[in-house]
């Protein structure tokens, strides 16, 4: 059995991984490993006011599932208080809160999770326009 001084060979090659008793790697094995990642990003959503808005709605009962339906009980009010062209949210959580009678705190945390996902996007408001920085989004990979 002849035996091959490693340090003398190149790396890459496929006489350096025969000799050091490993699979040999080629190109193809990194393809999948080069194409850029994609990013899910919010985009703001338009189209037909309630309609869209019910679509809305069940985009964010597909994303959340059973697990978060508070949330999508959250979005659902969201929704509704949502404006019909514009789709910016013209209701703060304290005062949704107070319009169904709960604590003022018992909406925290549901809009930052509907950010998080994407369901949610801050965009600046116009001169004259009333609610929230936020616009109802669609989830887009980019």
Same mark, same amino acid.
């Given at each position: 059995?002849?035996?091959?001084?490693?340090?003398?060979?190149?790396?890459?090659?496929?006489?350096?991984?025969?000799?050091?008793?490993?699979?040999?790697?080629?190109?193809?094995?990194?393809e999948?490993?080069?194409?850029?990642?994609?990013?899910?990003?919010?985009?703001?959503?338009?189209?037909?006011?309630?309609?869209?808005?019910?679509?809305?709605?069940?985009?964010?009962?597909?994303?959340?599932?059973?697990?978060?339906?508070?949330?999508?009980?959250?979005?659902?009010?969201?929704?509704?208080?949502?404006?019909?062209?514009?789709?910016?949210?013209?209701?703060?959580?304290? /005062?949704?809160a107070?319009?169904?009678?709960?604590?003022? %705190? +018992?909406?925290? &945390?549901?809009?930052?999770? !509907?950010?998080? /996902?994407?369901?949610?996007?801050?965009?600046?408001?116009? %001169? +004259?326009?009333? &609610?929230?920085?936020?616009? !109802?989004?669609?989830?887009?990979a980019?």
């Amino acid at each position: 059995m002849t035996t091959t001084n490693l340090r003398k060979l190149d790396p890459f090659s496929a006489e350096y991984a025969e000799a050091a008793g490993i699979t040999p790697v080629g190109p193809e094995l990194f393809e999948e490993l080069l194409e850029p990642p994609s990013f899910i990003v919010g985009k703001p959503i338009t189209g037909n006011g309630m309609a869209a808005i019910r679509d809305w709605i069940m985009s964010v009962e597909q994303h959340f599932g059973g697990q978060n339906m508070a949330t999508c009980h959250y979005a659902a009010l969201l929704g509704y208080y949502a404006h019909l062209k514009t789709f910016r949210v013209e209701v703060s959580d304290r /005062a949704l809160a107070q319009n169904t009678g709960g604590h003022r %705190s +018992r909406y925290n &945390g549901h809009a930052q999770r !509907l950010v998080d /996902a994407g369901l949610l996007v801050k965009v600046p408001k116009k %001169s +004259r326009e009333k &609610g929230s920085p936020y616009v !109802l989004a669609e989830r887009v990979a980019i």
